[in-house]
T-cell receptor
Framework: AQSVTQPDIHITVSEGASLELRCNYS??????LFWYVQSPGQGLQLLLK??????LVQGIKGFEAEFKRSQSSFNLRKPSVHWSDAAEYFC?????????????FGKGTLLTVNP | EAGVAQSPRYKIIEKRQSVAFWCNPI?????LYWYQQILGQGPKLLIQ????????DSQLPKDRFSAERLKGVDSTLKIQPAKLEDSAVYLC???????????FGPGTRLTVL
């Protein structure tokens, strides 16, 4: 079955520190991969997406993610975290092709930023 | 450009009551999705529409949930009767036809007592 796994439920970092959120996928073929952020009481906002090509993807708000086929991973990184980055982060994937663009989400990683 | 609109933002009901949620997608977006997000979990797709036709409703509990998109624009999701386990945030998303990028509304938080 297709799945996306986020191993870390909760991560705490200090403001200014670097950040890496982990995401692993299990699909028959390489899926389209996404990272979304959800602030309290808000909907999900797309940070970045990977379809093909360059395996290092740049997104909004200074985030980037690296696709590694050998590790079935798509980890999200940021070199220096700001207090406003505190939120919940979701990795998601969908199968390529067809008319069904159903996203399968991981369970999310809650990020806390200490001053 | 206006985003995806949802109402109400919050709803509290008792079990066995009925409830309806409304979604207005981004103008021009042919595809509309309803997701259920239970606390501590990622969103789960309930139903996907392409214009006013259903593309995927495989995870919709059809004995109690129903959804419609009669004119291919606004959509309504209904639960009748509600159960305690239906307490969740219900997210609506929309996308252009053939696009993988979905835009999400703020959600409706449902509490069933």
């Amino acid at each position: 079955a297709q799945s996306v796994t986020q191993p870390d439920i909760h991560i705490t970092v200090s403001e200014g520190a670097s950040l890496e959120l982990r995401c692993n996928y299990s699909y028959g073929a390489t899926p389209y991969l996404f990272w979304y952020v959800q602030s309290p009481g808000q909907g999900l906002q797309l940070l970045l997406k990977y379809f093909s090509g360059d395996t290092l993807v740049q997104g909004i708000k200074g985030f980037e993610a690296e696709f590694k086929r050998s590790q079935s991973s798509f980890n999200l990184r940021k070199p220096s975290v700001h207090w406003s980055d505190a939120a919940e982060y979701f990795c998601a994937g969908n199968s390529r092709g067809g008319s069904n663009y159903k996203l399968t989400f991981g369970k999310g990683t809650l990020l806390t930023v200490n001053p | 450009e206006a985003g995806v609109a949802q109402s109400p933002r919050y709803k509290i009901i008792e079990k066995r009551q009925s409830v309806a949620f409304w979604c207005n997608p981004i103008s021009g977006h042919a595809t509309l999705y309803w997701y259920q997000q239970i606390l501590g979990q990622g969103p789960k797709l309930l139903i996907q529409f392409q214009n006013n036709g259903v593309v995927d409703d495989s995870q919709l509990p059809k004995d109690r949930f129903s959804a419609e998109r009669l004119k291919g624009v606004d959509s309504t999701l209904k639960i009748q009767p509600a159960k305690l386990e239906d307490s969740a945030v219900y997210l609506c998303a929309s996308s252009l036809r053939g696009s993988d990028e979905q835009f999400f509304g703020p959600g409706t938080r449902l509490t069933v007592l």
